[in-house]
Structures are given as structure tokens and as C-alpha cells.
DNA sequence: GGCCCGATACTCT
DNA sequence: GAGTATCGGGCCC
């Protein structure tokens, strides 16, 4: 299977976003593969975007998401949880796609280990980055790389029936027009 | 399934 | 010092 090229990420962020669904996540650990179907994403778009990190505009943390396309952005919150996001658009402008869910179908059982007894094992962005054991050391790696251990392969589009668009999660005071745009998107299982 | 809440440490004000 | 792109446990049905 072919991996996603940089020609995939430098696109718009909301075409990046909604191509990303059904895409196979793939890491590599050794002789094991581990990954799934990604199922849901969001939009992270520019320093307008009051939800976006790069709303207080080019700090340490957010340096990455002015990178080129492809670039991972990694980054640390609520004082425990890893969050995984790909870098898009053009070298400079501060935008990105952060993982949600995938719908695990490799390296299960090492999955299940590190996420200890739960069954969720990769429905919510922090139990994602538990699962590949993902954390800062992966900031800043570019998944288009030929010797990437991180990478996305293309297998099928999603039909556009089976796309969801809601408002992005965990916003709180984030003010509007950005707390309600639909830049979350999501794959429904029915069907 | 749902709601509430505490954990926990980093980033920017 | 406040806020945070979350999760899991306890509880309630």
C-alpha cells in the first residue's frame, strides 16, 4: 500500500481533514505493525482560528505547525495526555488535522496492553497516542519521510454518505464563529 | 448509556 | 495564576 505523499497534507486543511477518513495509520515498531482506520479528525486552521494553538502566533509549542506539510505535531495537555496532529497547507502558515479515532485493526494485543484493561483502546485522541506509545520524542517527525516509522497509507475513499460534520469537541470559551464551525469530521459506522 | 469530577503539568498571560 | 483540542472512576439509572 502506498504511503500519503506531502503533496497529500499541502492542501487545505478541511480537504486534508475529510480525505484523511478511511486512511490506514500505520507505525512500526520493530518486525510489528500497529495502527487502524482513522475514523475521526478535526481542523485546526491558521492564527485567526481562535481554537487553533497558533492563535497566540509562533511560540515554541506551535513552532511545528508552521513547518512544511507532513510534519507531526505533538503536543502536551491536560498535565497527562499526548495529542497527535499532521501539519498542512504551505511552509509558514500555522494550520493542522489532529487525530480523534481510529478504528484499531493492527498490533491489537500490544495495544491492549498499554492501554491496560480498557476496551477503548483507540476511540479518543489521547488513548490513540497510549496505544503507539506516541509522546513529545515524535514532535517534529516528518511522516513523509521514506524511513518514516510513522505513516498513513492509502487504501479507499469514504463515500461522502458516510461523512459527518459537527462542530469541533472540547472548545469551551473558544468564541464564535469558531466554536461552531463544523471542522470536525467523522465516519459513520452504520452503512 | 449518561453525568460529574478529580488528576496533573505545561503554556501563555 | 488561569486555562487546557482528555480520560477514567464512581455513580445513576
Aim: positive net charge; contains cysteine.
Amino acid at each position: 500500500m502506498p504511503r500519503l505523499p506531502q503533496s497529500f497534507f499541502a492542501r487545505p486543511t478541511l480537504t486534508v481533514a475529510r480525505e484523511l477518513l478511511g486512511q490506514r495509520l500505520v507505525k512500526i515498531e520493530g518486525s510489528k505493525r500497529l495502527g487502524g482506520i482513522i475514523t475521526e479528525v478535526e481542523a485546526y486552521i491558521g492564527e485567526k482560528d481562535l481554537a487553533c494553538h497558533a492563535r497566540a502566533g509562533r511560540t515554541a509549542r506551535t513552532d511545528v505547525m508552521y513547518w512544511s506539510a507532513g510534519h507531526l505535531y505533538v503536543y502536551f495537555t491536560y498535565g497527562m495526555h499526548w495529542m497527535i496532529c499532521f501539519v498542512t497547507e504551505r511552509d509558514g502558515f500555522p494550520a493542522a488535522v489532529l487525530l480523534r479515532a481510529i478504528e484499531a485493526e493492527d498490533g491489537i494485543t500490544v495495544m491492549r496492553t498499554r492501554r491496560k484493561k480498557h476496551d477503548h483502546l483507540t476511540d479518543g485522541p489521547a488513548k490513540i497516542s497510549q496505544a503507539l506509545a506516541i509522546d513529545k520524542r515524535w514532535n517534529g517527525v516528518d511522516v513523509c519521510a521514506a524511513d518514516s516509522k510513522l505513516f498513513i497509507e492509502s487504501t479507499h475513499n469514504v463515500a461522502a454518505s458516510r461523512v459527518i460534520r459537527s462542530p469541533r469537541i472540547g472548545l469551551g470559551s473558544t468564541p464564535e464563529p469558531w466554536l461552531s464551525k463544523r471542522w470536525n469530521f467523522k465516519m459513520n459506522n452504520d452503512e
